[in-house]
C-alpha cells in the first residue's frame, strides 16, 4: 500500500504539471495521433471475436471527468456480451468492459468535487477497456487512501451487486440464512464476506468441487453443484433457507424456490446456464429457459415467498440510481492479466476456474506465449481461423 501511495503521489504531479502546460498550447485537432490501446469486440461469437487495437483517445466534455485506467474488472456479463447472449446487445464494433479505476487526468465542466490527480473508480456503460476512459462525474467514485487499484477495479460491480441484492432488495438481518450459487466467484466471494458482518448468518454455498479447498473457509457449509445439494441443506435446516442468490437460472430455479422458507426471498441476477460451448448456443439457450420452473402465482401467494430479479447496470444507466452507491469493503482478487490477455482470462472464467475476480492490469506486460497454436475450436468441433491478424497463443497467467 505505502509503495503504491508513493507512485501515485509522483503520477499526481505529473498530470497536474502536464495539465498546466497544456492550458498555454493551442487546442489540437482531431487528428493529432493521439491514440490509446483498447480491447475490440468486431463482432459476437467466440474468442476470435477480441483484438487489441488503437483507438483515438477521448477527451472530457460537459460533466465528464478523463480517467487514466490503471485497472478494469473482467466479469462473467462480459463473456456473455462477447457471444452476443445479452438483451438489447449493442451494435459492434464496441469496447468492452463495465468497471475501471485509475487516475482523473483532466475534467470538463461542471466537475465539482473531483481533482487532476484523484484516485478513482467508475461504473462505465461499455468503454472500460481502455487506457482511457471519459465517464460522467454521476459514475465515479473517490477511492479510498488504502485501497489499491487492484482491490478497486475487483470493487465496483460485484460488491455494490452483492450488497444491495442482501440488504437492499432480502433486507439480510442478524440469524438469517443465505444459499448462494458459485460461491467460487467474484460475487459470491463478496456475499460471503458481507454476510459475515451480520452476526449469525448461516451462508450455504454452491461450487464446483475443485475450489472447494480454496473457498471453505469463507462460508458455513459448502456443497458439490453436482450433487444433490437441496437434501444436504434440508439436513442441516429442515425449514430451509431465508435468502437465495442465484446467478446460473435454468434447473437450479425450481430447485432454489423448493428451499426457500416462508417470506424468504429469492433473487436471480444472471443466467450461467445459458453458457457451454465458446459461442452462443441456440441449444443451451433453450434448454436452459425450459427447465426454469414456470412460476405459478398463486402458489406465491399460498407458500408467502418472494421472487425478485437485480440488474446493477440497469438500475445504474437504466433508472440513474447511481446515488445508492455507496460501500467499502476488502475485494478478493483471483489473478491479473495484461489488456493483451483479455481472451485467456475471458477462457479462465468461461471454465469457471476464478476463485474471486479477474483483473486486467493496464500496466502490466503480456507474459511470454506458450504454444503456436493459430486456430480455435468452435462448439461444433469445427476450426475458426484467427481474423485479422490476432495472435491467440496460450499465455502462462500471472495468478495472485
Same mark, same amino acid.
Given at each position: 500500500?505505502?509503495?503504491?501511495?508513493?507512485?501515485?503521489?509522483?503520477?499526481?504531479?505529473?498530470?497536474?504539471?502536464?495539465?498546466?502546460?497544456?492550458?498555454?498550447?493551442?487546442?489540437?485537432?482531431?487528428?493529432?495521433?493521439?491514440?490509446?490501446?483498447?480491447?475490440?469486440?468486431?463482432?459476437?461469437?467466440?474468442?476470435?471475436?477480441?483484438?487489441?487495437?488503437?483507438?483515438?483517445?477521448?477527451?472530457?466534455?460537459?460533466?465528464?471527468?478523463?480517467?487514466?485506467?490503471?485497472?478494469?474488472?473482467?466479469?462473467?456479463?462480459?463473456?456473455?456480451?462477447?457471444?452476443?447472449?445479452?438483451?438489447?446487445?449493442?451494435?459492434?464494433?464496441?469496447?468492452?468492459?463495465?468497471?475501471?479505476?485509475?487516475?482523473?487526468?483532466?475534467?470538463?465542466?461542471?466537475?465539482?468535487?473531483?481533482?487532476?490527480?484523484?484516485?478513482?473508480?467508475?461504473?462505465? @456503460?461499455?468503454?472500460?477497456?481502455? &487506457? +482511457?476512459?471519459? $465517464? !460522467?462525474?454521476?459514475? #465515479?467514485?473517490?477511492?479510498? *487512501?488504502?485501497? %489499491?487499484?487492484?482491490?478497486?477495479?475487483?470493487?465496483?460491480?460485484?460488491?455494490?451487486?452483492?450488497?444491495?441484492?442482501?440488504?437492499?432488495?432480502?433486507?439480510?438481518?442478524?440469524?438469517?440464512?443465505?444459499?448462494?450459487?458459485?460461491?467460487?466467484?467474484?460475487?459470491?466471494?463478496?456475499?460471503?464476506?458481507?454476510?459475515?458482518?451480520?452476526?449469525?448468518?448461516?451462508?450455504?454455498?454452491?461450487?464446483?468441487?475443485?475450489?472447494?479447498?480454496?473457498?471453505?473457509?469463507?462460508?458455513?457449509?459448502?456443497?458439490?453443484? @453436482?450433487?444433490?445439494?437441496?437434501? &444436504? +441443506?434440508?439436513? $442441516? !435446516?429442515?425449514?430451509? #433457507?431465508?435468502?437465495?442468490? *442465484?446467478?446460473? %437460472?435454468?434447473?437450479?430455479?425450481?430447485?432454489?424456490?423448493?428451499?426457500?422458507?416462508?417470506?424468504?426471498?429469492?433473487?436471480?441476477?444472471?443466467?450461467?446456464?445459458?453458457?457451454?460451448?465458446?459461442?452462443?448456443?441456440?441449444?443451451?439457450?433453450?434448454?436452459?429457459?425450459?427447465?426454469?420452473?414456470?412460476?405459478?402465482?398463486?402458489?406465491?401467494?399460498?407458500?408467502?415467498?418472494?421472487?425478485?430479479?437485480?440488474?446493477?447496470?440497469?438500475?445504474?444507466?437504466?433508472?440513474?440510481?447511481?446515488?445508492?452507491?455507496?460501500?467499502?469493503?476488502?475485494?478478493?482478487?483471483?489473478?491479473?492479466?495484461?489488456?493483451?490477455? #483479455?481472451?485467456?482470462?475471458?477462457?479462465?472464467?468461461?471454465?469457471?476456474?476464478?476463485?474471486?475476480?479477474?483483473?486486467?492490469?493496464?500496466?502490466?506486460?503480456?507474459?511470454?506465449?506458450?504454444?503456436?497454436?493459430?486456430?480455435?475450436?468452435?462448439?461444433?468441433?469445427?476450426?475458426?481461423?484467427?481474423?485479422?491478424?490476432?495472435?491467440?497463443?496460450?499465455?502462462?497467467?500471472?495468478?495472485?
Amino acid at each position: 500500500m505505502a509503495k503504491e501511495g508513493s507512485e501515485m503521489t509522483e503520477e499526481t504531479q505529473q498530470m497536474i504539471e502536464k495539465q498546466l502546460s497544456k492550458e498555454n498550447e493551442p487546442v489540437e485537432s482531431s487528428c493529432d495521433g493521439k491514440d490509446m490501446r483498447v480491447v475490440i469486440l468486431s463482432g459476437f461469437g467466440g474468442l476470435n471475436k477480441l483484438r487489441v487495437t488503437k483507438k483515438a483517445m477521448p477527451e472530457p466534455v460537459d460533466g465528464e471527468v478523463k480517467i487514466r485506467v490503471k485497472a478494469c474488472g473482467l466479469n462473467f456479463l462480459d463473456l456473455l456480451v462477447r457471444q452476443g447472449t445479452i438483451d438489447n446487445p449493442p451494435k459492434p464494433p464496441v469496447v468492452p468492459g463495465f468497471e475501471c479505476c485509475g487516475i482523473v487526468e483532466s475534467m470538463g465542466e461542471n466537475t465539482q468535487g473531483f481533482e487532476i490527480g484523484d484516485r478513482v473508480m467508475a461504473f462505465v @456503460n461499455y468503454n472500460a477497456w481502455a &487506457e +482511457v476512459v471519459c $465517464i !460522467s462525474v454521476d459514475f #465515479v467514485y473517490k477511492m479510498p *487512501d488504502e485501497m %489499491s487499484f487492484t482491490e478497486a477495479a475487483a470493487f465496483s460491480l460485484n460488491y455494490v451487486a452483492a450488497y444491495m441484492m442482501l440488504f437492499e432488495v432480502a433486507n439480510l438481518r442478524a440469524g438469517m440464512s443465505v444459499l448462494v450459487h458459485s460461491a467460487g466467484g467474484s460475487v459470491g466471494q463478496a456475499v460471503a464476506q458481507l454476510c459475515s458482518t451480520v452476526p449469525n448468518v448461516t451462508v450455504f454455498g454452491i461450487a464446483s468441487c475443485f475450489k472447494h479447498t480454496s473457498i471453505k473457509g469463507s462460508v458455513t457449509h459448502l456443497f458439490d453443484r @453436482n450433487t444433490d445439494y437441496i437434501q &444436504e +441443506v434440508k439436513k $442441516i !435446516s429442515p425449514e430451509g #433457507v431465508d435468502i437465495v442468490l *442465484d446467478c446460473l %437460472s435454468g434447473e437450479n430455479t425450481g430447485k432454489s424456490l423448493s428451499l426457500l422458507k416462508p417470506l424468504g426471498t429469492y433473487i436471480l441476477y444472471g443466467a450461467s446456464n445459458m453458457v457451454t460451448g465458446e459461442t452462443k448456443s441456440f441449444f443451451s439457450f433453450a434448454k436452459s429457459w425450459w427447465q426454469v420452473e414456470k412460476v405459478n402465482l398463486f402458489k406465491l401467494y399460498e407458500e408467502n415467498k418472494v421472487i425478485a430479479g437485480f440488474s446493477l447496470l440497469s438500475l445504474l444507466f437504466k433508472q440513474k440510481k447511481c446515488s445508492l452507491v455507496k460501500l467499502k469493503i476488502k475485494p478478493v482478487v483471483d489473478s491479473l492479466w495484461a489488456l493483451e490477455e #483479455v481472451k485467456e482470462a475471458m477462457q479462465r472464467i468461461h471454465d469457471r476456474g476464478n476463485i474471486g475476480k479477474l483483473i486486467l492490469d493496464l500496466d502490466k506486460p503480456p507474459t511470454p506465449l506458450m504454444a503456436s497454436d493459430s486456430t480455435e475450436t468452435s462448439e461444433a468441433g469445427e476450426e475458426e481461423e484467427e481474423t485479422e491478424g490476432d495472435d491467440i497463443k496460450e499465455r502462462m497467467p500471472f495468478i495472485n
